[in-house]
């Protein structure tokens, strides 16, 4: 397993923090609200939210954006002495370049029951098989980081169904 930076209690709460500041950006921008920030020597390097809807990019997730930015940041793809906190567990894809980018520390929020590639569904980031093992540390705040979401999927549903509702009577 890569040995990745470490944190007090304090730090995590502290960066999680900021990651549910960026989730709740991408609420304010009707994104789903997930946001991720990148820390390197105990410092946010990158920091990004979900922007699917606004860019019309499939992968335009927190969790890629974060690490396009600090690999500029750092002027490498290596992010080998960094740590990742996410509001939801990674998807596939997220996990994918988690351990592409070689990040050694993922630090996430909410489970994702339905795409989670960390520990829900399926383990990639632990898998031994690959030649990259991220150490996981789940749970961080997730109660924020699951109303976020359900609140903002709860408006949507809403919404939908005012408009459903409007349409029938026009």
Not at 69 to 74: K, R
Not at 137 to 161: M, N, P, T, V, Y
Request: proline share 2%.
């Amino acid at each position: 397993m890569a040995q990745g930076p470490t944190f007090s209690d304090e730090q995590v709460d502290y960066f999680m923090q900021e990651s549910l500041n960026e989730a709740k950006s991408a609420r304010d921008e009707g994104e789903v609200p997930i946001g991720a920030v990148i820390v390197y020597e105990n410092q946010i390097i990158a920091r990004a939210h979900n922007h699917r809807e606004a860019n019309q990019i499939a992968t335009a997730h927190a969790e890629l954006l974060a690490i396009e930015s600090a690999n500029s940041w750092l002027k490498s793809w290596r992010l080998e002495d960094t740590a990742l906190f996410v509001t939801l567990e990674p998807c596939i894809m997220c996990a994918g370049a988690i351990i592409n980018a070689r990040i050694p520390v993922v630090y996430y929020g909410a489970e994702d029951s339905k795409g989670g590639a960390t520990r829900s569904l399926y383990t990639l980031l632990e898998d031994k098989r690959l030649n990259h093992i991220v150490e996981v540390h789940d749970g961080i705040r997730s109660k924020e980081a699951s109303e976020l979401l359900q609140l903002f999927f709860s408006d949507i549903r809403a919404k939908r169904k005012i408009k459903k509702i409007n349409n029938f009577y026009l």
